[in-house]
């Protein structure tokens, strides 16, 4: 016998409050319409037929206090959350992959090669294998974002007011990121900063890209220090400043040291070469992250060790001493 059960919906007007207050317009109705697919979620979006004060908005849209959100008729299928057989392993993979948690948030280091939710065209993502996880727990999600390809500490909020803290923090720059990464050729070590700012194009065959832009860009800066010098690369620490798309390997490519293995902004020549040694991915990993705790104010650090194999590939290149 299944416990799942068919619930079918007409229109419906929800009215926003003070917990849902920040909540991505996506991310709520996840949440409301458990069991109906990403894929319809994103579908009645790109539509119109989710309104929210009477208007069309989109899946990015942040919630405020008040709002009031037209929900059309879908068809629920409520139970126990499914988790795709192919997806099996990577739920049960995260299991060792909290680095912290407590009553108001975990920290996850996330593999390169998920995304970290789903959305259109990615019906399981990070946040979706966590709550399959963990279904006993009413309120998950992401309180930042790390692409695809990016691996490492990314947080997640159990609680609304923690997530709305944390939000906060971001706002105020108090949340400190320090990335690793390895760029072809050698770091001018007194370059420290980046200062350049960046705008979101998109392009004839529908691909976003970011580009420097003194003109129409918004301001963005990313710290960078040398770790260690390479043969013919180098490894780097990334702090970036601001949260921009793709920021650090924008800024990276824009000091001609691309980050290596960056499919869409890297040196093809470095990405070979990577290739040849081993390297399927982007040398891109969250290493640390330092943020307030929401509870008590205090300060955590977590980390989270770098992977095999970006450190095969840092082995493969470290200059051996005779």
Known sequence: MSDKHVVSHGVSYNTANEDDEGQRLDNYLARVLKGVPRSMLYRILRRGEVRVNKG??????????????????????EGPVTIPSSNLH??????????FE??????????????????????????????????????????????????GCLIVAKRRSALRNLHEQFRQRIVKKRYLTLVPGKWDRRVHLVDAPLVRNELRSGERMVEVSFKNGAPSSTGYDVVEFLNGATLMAAMPHTGRTHQIRVHSAYVKHPVGGDEKYGDKEFNAYLKSIGLKRMFLHAFKITFLNPADGKMLKVEAPLPPELEQAVEALRIKEE
Do not use: C, M, W
């Open 56 to 77: 069309r908005v989109s899946p990015s849209y942040k919630l405020k206090a008040g709002d009031i959100i037209r929900i059309p008729p879908v068809t629920v299928t």
């Open 90 to 99: 990577l739920v049960q993979d995260l299991k060792d992959r909290i680095l």
């Open 102 to 151: 407590n009553e108001d948030l975990l920290v996850v280091n996330k593999p390169a090669g998920l995304a970290a939710h789903g959305g259109s065209g990615i019906e399981f993502g990070l946040i979706e294998a966590l709550r399959a996880l963990k279904p006993d727990q009413r309120f998950l999600e992401l309180a930042h974002r790390l692409d695809k390809e990016t691996s």
